[in-house]
């Protein structure tokens, strides 16, 4: 039996390396984009996604109508927990200089509004039929759609808000939803 084993690179803020051991068989299983990473895993693929995706210029004209969603507060303690679960949209978020966090101004869905550093926010996947979607990665990054099937898989069927006649398909975890 071949094996696998794989050193990641030393993840931000001095987190300890991590050693992946896996049978060969469930690493050509995985979806593809998993594999890559555990392949050839380039930080700063890593870091726009994790924590700088809402900074993409492309998805600047959908802004303030990306839907998010605060999550690890509670764990961190930062503002107490009190924002943790809460969704709101994005009213602007800025790059900040080496050294500082980036900031993300917040409105909630009841009405208050908040900056909240930028590790906390999600972006809130589809979950029905027909919601409006923006696509934040892959080859349509920057496409605003609407879901034309439940968005119950790893792909997901839309149309293209642009021309509804358009029918393309993308990774759920590259979607987020749209507020009206």
């Known amino acids: 039996m071949h094996r696998l084993i794989h050193l990641l690179p030393l993840p931000p803020a001095g987190r ?4 992946i051991t896996m049978d060969l068989r469930m690493v ?14 380039s ?19 959908h802004m303030k109508r990306i839907k998010v969603q605060i ?11 009190d924002y943790e679960g ?12 080496d050294g500082f966090e980036h900031t993300v101004l917040v409105e909630f869905e009841d009405g208050t509004a908040r900056s909240v550093l930028m590790r906390y926010i999600v972006p809130v996947s589809p979950d029905k039929l027909g919601q409006q ?27 293209k808000a642009s021309d509804p006649l ?15």
């Open 16 to 19: 300890r390396m991590v050693k």
């Open 28 to 41: 050509i299983q995985m979806p593809h984009h998993i594999y890559k990473r555990l392949i050839d895993p």
């Open 43 to 61: 930080p700063t693929e890593f870091a726009k996604e994790a924590n700088e995706w809402l900074l993409d210029p492309v998805l600047g004209q």
């Open 71 to 81: 999550q690890g507060t509670r764990h961190e303690n930062y503002l107490n927990g």
């Open 86 to 97: 809460k969704t709101g949209r994005v009213l602007g978020a800025a790059k900040v200089g």
């Open 133 to 159: 979607v923006l696509v934040i990665g892959g080859p349509e990054k920057g496409t605003a759609a609407t879901v034309r099937e439940t968005p119950d898989s790893e792909q997901v069927v839309l149309s």
């Open 166 to 180: 358009i029918i393309i398909e993308a990774a759920r975890q590259h979607l987020v939803v749209l507020y009206n």
